[in-house]
């Protein structure tokens, strides 16, 4: 759809436009970064501007990374056959520590005898891990947080992720992915952008279903490897 491509060109400016200037703003910002430092040091003050200068240096530097993220030559990306159950599972065991910290519980439930994905494992990880979070920060009391993967159909796998968090209005859902679209003070709003440009790159999709203070529920549907079709190996 219409409403699609214009989202695709954006993605693409947003890449060609961050690995042309990404490092150009970092140089400088590291300069100005460790001056404010020693000007901290030099005055021996406490001073709440300079922290409030850093922290906002700090920001900036977080976007910029996240952009490089999506920027990133293809280089990294690596196909090979794999099962989701390692997949999620590594990546619930790299998330637990923060889960304790968020006070979320995460239950994981895979089922038995999933056929493989033909999949870049780090980038559908990276995919989690941006969900995870986003679900961590949408809980801020904690909660449960449920991943469950089970076959859909005889050709996709769904991933689903159901959290207890305040959920997102209807009017907002078309939004998500959006670069730069973000609710939070802190948020840089290209989590889910990097996710749907994964996503796409697996030839999968995407669904959010949300109810306002009850959560949010996502599907991820990920074409299952068959082996007819991997005769001339896509290429990364
Ligand atoms: P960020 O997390 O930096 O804000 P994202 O692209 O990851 O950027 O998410 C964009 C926005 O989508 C968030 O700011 C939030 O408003 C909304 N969102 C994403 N996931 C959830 C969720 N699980 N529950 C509620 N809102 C969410
Ligand atoms: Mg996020």
Redesign the pocket.
């Known amino acids: 759809t219409e409403e699609y491509l214009r989202r695709s060109d954006k993605i693409a400016a947003v890449g060609q436009m961050a690995s042309g200037i990404a490092h150009e703003i970092r140089n400088p910002l590291a300069a100005i970064k460790w001056t404010i430092k020693l000007m901290q040091a030099e005055t021996g003050q406490q001073c709440q501007s300079f922290d409030m200068i850093l922290s906002e240096i700090n920001r900036i530097d977080s976007i910029v990374t996240e952009l490089l993220s999506v920027a990133k030559p293809q280089k990294t990306v690596m196909f090979s056959i794999m099962n989701i159950q390692a997949i999620l599972e590594t990546t619930v065991l790299l998330m637990n520590i923060q889960a304790v910290k968020h006070r979320v519980h995460i239950n994981l439930s895979i089922s038995e005898d999933l056929p493989n994905l033909y999949c870049d494992e780090n980038q559908l990880k990276q995919v989690f891990i941006?969900l995870i979070?986003?679900?961590f920060?949408?809980m801020p009391n904690g909660g449960e947080l449920t991943i469950t993967a089970e076959a859909a159909g005889s050709d996709y796998i769904r991933v689903r992720l159901i959290?207890q968090?305040?959920?997102?209005p209807a009017e907002?859902i078309a939004k998500?992915?959006e670069p730069f679209?973000?609710?939070?003070e802190k948020?840089?709003?290209?989590?889910?952008?990097i996710c749907q440009k994964i996503i796409q790159d697996h030839q999968g999709t995407m669904q959010f279903k949300?109810e306002l203070g009850k959560g949010?529920t996502?599907d991820i549907d990920l074409p299952v490897y068959q082996e007819s079709s991997c005769l001339n190996t896509p290429t990364a």
């Open positions: 941006n979070k986003n679900a920060e949408a959290d968090g305040c959920g997102i907002q998500l992915g679209y973000t609710t939070k948020g840089t709003g290209l989590g889910l952008m949300s949010t996502i």
